[in-house]
């Protein structure tokens, strides 16, 4: 699969909640998530913090995928039932290799997230 594809199917999966293929995407070696407000080291931390978020998830809807070789972009709108929070606009870089994600970067309003989680933040590993 293309870089592209890989990623569009990461997003689909977490889109419907499947988090154990989600996984089957992201690297087992030299993973890194960076967010503004977090970092995680290894697939499976970024996996728990995201199962934590299914609980607020209303939809997931991509707005734009494009890619540029092994980089790949997505502009999302992540919706909740949160009402505080609302909707979230994120920005995902992906780097992927030998048909595995191992960099997600996420730009968002960090401020929203770290008010909901009462600033109660996950730390690297």
Request: proline share 3%; aromatic share 10%.
């Amino acid at each position: 699969m293309q870089p592209k594809d890989i990623v569009a199917q990461f997003i689909s999966d977490i889109h419907a909640q499947r988090l154990d293929e989600a996984k089957t995407l992201l690297a087992a070696e030299e993973f890194e998530y960076v967010g503004p407000n977090m970092r995680f080291l290894s697939r499976d931390d970024m996996l728990a913090y995201q199962f934590g978020m299914v609980a607020i998830q209303k939809d997931l809807v991509l707005r734009q995928l494009s890619a540029d070789g092994e980089h790949v972009f997505a502009i999302l709108d992540y919706r909740t039932h949160f009402e505080p929070i609302g909707d979230v606009r994120l920005a995902v870089w992906f780097r992927v290799r030998n048909e595995k994600i191992h960099t997600v970067e996420a730009f968002y309003n960090a401020a929203v997230v770290e008010n909901m989680l009462g600033g109660n933040l996950p730390s690297a590993r």
